[in-house]
């Protein structure tokens, strides 16, 4: 049986929340994303509330594809401002849709005004094919006695029509 996940379950346990001051550059932070193999880093504003999100498609979009320096470009020009975030007790699939419907791939977790963490499209994901491995597992097992039980039962076939072929 699928259950509902909540998005801070998804977030790797422990895991460091990324962040970057507006005035770093551009260079400083693609370094940054490599170094941490992310896509996006969350923008914090002096008293540590969310002021916006960097993605690796802002710095395409508005620095490479532009031909601007990036050691010229500050963080603060070209992120996100307007930031979609989403509660700890928000479930993955709440999530996903505000991701889907506004074309993202990351949703910042806040809690009290402070980001707590950072939910991604692939963490989504990754929690679904974990989820559906296990159903699967389950029906396997389920078959698997069922054919113990009634030798046979595997040589049914059923056609389109749900009717059982003998």
Do not use: Y
């Amino acid at each position: 049986m699928l259950t509902v996940q909540k998005v801070d379950r998804l977030t790797r346990q422990h895991a460091e929340i990324l962040t970057i001051p507006a005035d770093a550059s551009i260079v400083h932070a693609a370094e940054m994303m490599r170094r941490h193999n992310v896509g996006c880093l969350l923008v914090l504003d002096a008293g540590g509330n969310l002021d916006g999100l960097l993605t690796e498609r802002d710095i395409i979009s508005q620095v490479v594809a532009t031909g601007e320096n990036p050691f010229n470009v500050r963080v603060g020009k070209v992120m996100t401002r307007k930031v979609l975030t989403c509660s700890p007790d928000m479930s993955a699939d709440e999530a996903q849709q505000i991701m889907a419907a506004n074309a993202i791939r990351h949703l910042p977790i806040v809690e009290n005004g402070k980001p707590v963490g950072m939910v991604s499209s692939r963490d989504i994901l990754a929690q679904q094919v974990s989820a559906m491995r296990i159903e699967i597992q389950q029906h396997t097992r389920i078959l698997d006695q069922l054919e113990n039980e009634h030798p046979g039962i595997s040589r049914l076939q059923t056609d389109n029509s749900g009717r059982v072929v003998i």
